[in-house]
């Protein structure tokens, strides 16, 4: 679920998936420049980030999620392009 705080004039996301209840926990808050929100969640076991890029071109999204690992380093968690399904 993602929404927009205007107290805090963030946007914030809560997933709700398979890793379970404690993970569900986390929110990730996220800010906009033009046409990109990038989410930072700080899970129990480090930081994460989401970023949903719109690409007006393509009319598609990009959907980036990248993990710290042991080292310090971001990595890739998932790079997945969202197209919308046309109609038949």
């Known amino acids: ?8 004039e963030r946007y914030v996301a809560h997933w709700n998936d398979v890793y379970g209840g404690r993970f569900s926990e986390t ?9 990109e929100i990038r989410f930072v969640f700080e899970y129990p076991d480090g930081p994460f980030h989401t970023t949903f890029r719109w690409k007006p071109d393509t009319k598609q999204w990009e959907w980036l999620m990248e993990t710290k690992n042991e080292s ?10 969202l197209t919308r399904k046309e109609d038949r």
């Open 1 to 8: 679920m993602i929404g927009y705080d205007n107290t805090s």
């Open 27 to 35: 929110l990730g808050y996220g800010t906009r420049a033009d046409n």
């Open 72 to 81: 310090g380093k971001w990595t890739e968690f998932a790079d997945l392009t």
